[in-house]
């Protein structure tokens, strides 16, 4: 059974992920932002976009844990969702907002959720069966994770910008 500290410690780390995403971002100028060091590669506002859209589903992903455990889930293809949606092309303060939202809307339903809901599970094509605890394990981490990638595509920028001309 999972212990009210550990329940607590997943629902803060999930609920600081705005405010951890935002300070990461605090005042990258805009040629930065949008970088990419690849064609296949995301730049900083494709992975904000990324993160705001994946809540998106997550959100929707405990609600049905919550209410039909057991229910299948769609694979989220965030390869197409990136394309479709024209990360590149959108405003980063509707994508921040929408993390925001989401995050806020969903933090009091995991507050509120009895102790036997987070052994509750979904079914995904890919990952089989995953309990609350485990989806939000996973994404109170997916935004470090970004957060990493975030530092990664500054130091290439910089890198870039330093390297001597060929």
Avoid: C
């Avoid at 959100?59 to 057991?70: D, K, N």
Wanted: proline letters at 8%.
């Amino acid at each position: 059974m999972l212990s009210a500290e550990r329940t607590a410690s997943l629902i803060e780390r999930y609920a600081d992920g705005p405010r951890s995403l935002e300070a990461a971002i605090a005042g990258i100028p805009p040629d930065e932002m949008r970088w990419r060091p690849g064609p296949t590669d995301w730049s900083i506002h494709e992975n904000v976009f990324h993160l705001a859209d994946t809540d998106l589903v997550t959100s929707v992903r405990v609600r049905f844990i919550l209410v039909e455990p057991g229910a299948p889930m769609p694979w989220f293809n965030q390869g197409a969702w990136a394309a479709v949606m024209r990360y590149a092309d959108r405003s980063l303060a509707d994508a921040l907002a929408m993390f925001r939202a989401t995050r806020a809307a969903t933090v009091p339903l995991l507050r509120d959720a009895p102790t036997a809901a987070w052994s509750q599970s979904d079914v995904h094509p890919i990952h089989g069966s995953r309990t609350l605890e485990q989806v939000i394990e996973h994404y109170g981490n997916h935004v470090h994770y970004h957060l990493k990638t975030i530092a990664k595509r500054r130091q290439q920028f910089r890198d870039r910008r330093e390297a001597p001309p060929a």
